[in-house]
């Protein structure tokens, strides 16, 4: 009797397991879409450039009359818009701009953090942090635990990435996120390859196993709940012959990087994370399909090849194109086991166009997990010409995270989708590519 019962307990468990893990697939391999030209007005108040800009459409932003971009707002939307196309020396120029005219507190916190980000993106972190140093009093930053991390950082030398010419090949380890054995301090570990991520993460075992140091008070964070993180550095990661050095780090509670069924049984244990500003150094391709990652120097985007990118904030925004809707913005989030959209933007899908599916879908994500109710799509959404139908989204909560943010984030592009694909990231060159798997014989 008590073997029946546990082979009927693991039997629920697998069955769990399998239905939290393997999202339902949309049906992804119909290629070669092309979504129509939308025509748009000329931009003539800052309303508008303040929603071109939420849309991502940062070339007609530059376009707008140059009166509406000179005070601050303006200035600070021109130096966003630079920003997003890739051009950090403009950006720079015109926020320090904003910022010498701001009078308002927030404001000029606001643009403080917009050059704070894009001297992450600029330099390493070795000089991003010395940036900082020169500009704090002009920021006027108050002091918060992270700030150690920085003046550490300031004095400990530059985060450095040493690459072969050839390809990095690592073989997948998990599903159904991204997961490759790397090596932390020399010790071999797996690591998730986390595009939703804005710093790399580190279990608080493994850091104490590793004896690196906490350079700071406890600060909190938000996965699907709230985080108690702390900060360190590491001094070197190896994802194969490609090998980082002088890295910073969240150090997150076990717990918080535990995945559960119903919160009893451990579905995956993550040691760590490597979050964007170490991807976004490198070209990326997860190729879920072939079971491998593989790492690139950056090199030129082919002519044709790929859709362009939204980075901001060391956040990842790929256009999507959905049927009655035209152009949005999502977040794209390996660490995501399931794809979303915002309850604002569901809002904007004609009524024939959707279908309401309740609350019935389990989210998991840093911090915990969360029953998701969500829509059905059965008309199209299309990426980079790949046409997809049949497609069920969960509901994220708001379209900003702040209303102050100047990008709308529209939904969450998550690896129920994703994994369908050969997925390339390539950050300097702003453009990203879905490829399909070749047809077994």
Same mark, same amino acid.
């Given at each position: 009797?008590?073997?029946?019962? !546990?082979?009927?307990?693991?039997?629920?468990?697998?069955?769990?397991?399998?239905?939290? *893990?393997?999202?339902?697939?949309?049906?992804?391999?119909?290629?070669?879409?092309?979504?129509?030209?939308?025509?748009?007005?000329?931009?003539?108040?800052?309303? @508008?450039?303040?929603?071109?800009?939420?849309?991502?459409?940062?070339?007609?932003?530059?376009?707008?009359?140059?009166?509406?971009?000179?005070?601050?707002?303006?200035?600070?939307?021109?130096?966003?818009?630079?920003? &997003?196309?890739?051009?950090?020396?403009?950006?720079?120029?015109?926020?320090?701009?904003?910022?010498?005219?701001?009078?308002?507190?927030?404001?000029?916190?606001? *643009?403080? #953090?917009?050059?704070? !980000?894009?001297?992450?993106?600029?330099?390493?972190?070795?000089?991003?942090?010395?940036?900082?140093? #020169?500009?704090?009093?002009?920021?006027?930053?108050?002091?918060?635990?992270?700030?150690? %991390?920085?003046?550490?950082?300031?004095?400990?030398?530059?985060?450095?990435?040493?690459?072969?010419?050839?390809?990095?090949?690592?073989?997948?380890?998990?599903?159904?996120?991204?997961?490759?054995?790397?090596?932390?301090?020399?010790?071999?570990?797996?690591?998730?390859? @986390?595009?939703?991520?804005?710093? /790399?993460?580190?279990?608080?075992?493994?850091? $104490?196993?590793?004896?690196?140091?906490?350079?700071?008070?406890?600060?909190?964070?938000?996965?699907?709940?709230?985080?108690?993180?702390?900060?360190?550095?590491?001094?070197?990661?190896?994802?194969?012959?490609?090998?980082?050095?002088?890295?910073?780090?969240?150090?997150?509670?076990?717990?918080?990087?535990?995945?559960?069924? =119903? +919160?009893?049984?451990?579905?995956?244990?993550?040691?760590?994370?490597?979050?964007?500003?170490?991807?976004?150094?490198?070209?990326?391709? &997860?190729?879920?399909?072939?079971?491998?990652? *593989?790492?690139? $120097?950056?090199?030129? $985007?082919? #002519?044709?090849?790929?859709?362009?990118? *939204?980075?901001?904030?060391?956040?990842?925004?790929?256009?999507?194109?959905?049927?009655?809707?035209?152009?949005?913005?999502?977040?794209?989030?390996?660490?995501?086991?399931?794809?979303?959209?915002?309850?604002? /933007?569901?809002? %904007?899908?004609?009524?024939?166009?959707?279908?309401?599916?309740?609350?019935?879908?389990?989210?998991? +994500?840093?911090?915990?997990? &969360?029953?998701?109710?969500?829509?059905?799509?059965?008309?199209?959404?299309?990426?980079?010409?790949?046409?997809?139908?049949?497609?069920?989204?969960?509901? #994220?909560?708001?379209?900003?995270?702040?209303?102050?943010?100047? =990008?709308?984030?529209?939904?969450? %592009?998550?690896?129920?989708?994703?994994?369908?694909?050969?997925?390339?990231?390539?950050?300097?060159?702003?453009?990203?590519?879905?490829?399909?798997?070749?047809?077994?014989?």
């Amino acid at each position: 009797m008590t073997r029946l019962r !546990w082979l009927v307990a693991l039997t629920l468990v697998l069955a769990l397991g399998c239905s939290l *893990i393997r999202a339902p697939r949309p049906q992804c391999i119909i290629p070669n879409y092309s979504p129509e030209n939308v025509q748009t007005e000329p931009l003539a108040t800052q309303e @508008d450039i303040f929603s071109a800009l939420a849309r991502g459409r940062a070339d007609e932003v530059l376009a707008a009359p140059p009166e509406l971009l000179k005070d601050v707002a303006g200035a600070r939307m021109r130096g966003a818009a630079l920003a &997003m196309l890739g051009d950090y020396d403009a950006a720079e120029k015109a926020l320090l701009e904003a910022r010498t005219m701001s009078g308002d507190v927030n404001v000029s916190g606001q *643009i403080c #953090e917009d050059l704070v !980000w894009i001297a992450l993106a600029k330099y390493n972190y070795g000089q991003a942090a010395r940036w900082h140093a #020169e500009q704090i009093t002009l920021c006027d930053i108050k002091a918060n635990p992270l700030m150690h %991390l920085w003046s550490r950082l300031a004095i400990s030398g530059d985060s450095i990435l040493t690459m072969p010419e050839t390809p990095v090949v690592l073989p997948v380890t998990g599903r159904p996120f991204p997961r490759a054995q790397i090596k932390v301090n020399d010790r071999k570990t797996n690591f998730i390859f @986390d595009t939703g991520a804005g710093m /790399t993460a580190i279990s608080a075992s493994l850091a $104490k196993a590793l004896n690196l140091p906490v350079i700071s008070l406890p600060d909190t964070a938000h996965g699907l709940g709230k985080i108690t993180i702390r900060y360190t550095i590491i001094d070197k990661m190896e994802l194969g012959e490609a090998v980082f050095t002088n890295i910073p780090a969240v150090v997150i509670d076990d717990k918080d990087l535990t995945f559960t069924i =119903l +919160g009893i049984f451990k579905l995956i244990d993550v040691p760590g994370i490597i979050g964007m500003p170490l991807l976004a150094q490198m070209r990326v391709t &997860m190729d879920m399909p072939a079971k491998q990652i *593989i790492l690139e $120097k950056p090199g030129r $985007k082919a #002519e044709g090849a790929g859709v362009d990118i *939204i980075y901001w904030h060391s956040q990842l925004y790929a256009p999507v194109y959905l049927a009655e809707m035209g152009r949005l913005n999502l977040f794209v989030d390996t660490g995501a086991n399931r794809s979303s959209i915002s309850f604002d /933007t569901a809002k %904007l899908i004609p009524s024939n166009a959707k279908v309401d599916r309740g609350s019935r879908d389990l989210a998991q +994500g840093a911090g915990g997990s &969360m029953r998701m109710s969500g829509v059905y799509l059965p008309r199209l959404m299309a990426i980079d010409g790949m046409r997809m139908e049949g497609l069920g989204l969960d509901l #994220e909560s708001r379209t900003r995270e702040h209303e102050d943010d100047l =990008l709308n984030r529209d939904g969450t %592009l998550g690896m129920d989708i994703l994994q369908c694909y050969r997925v390339t990231f390539d950050i300097p060159n702003r453009f990203m590519s879905l490829e399909l798997p070749p047809k077994k014989p």
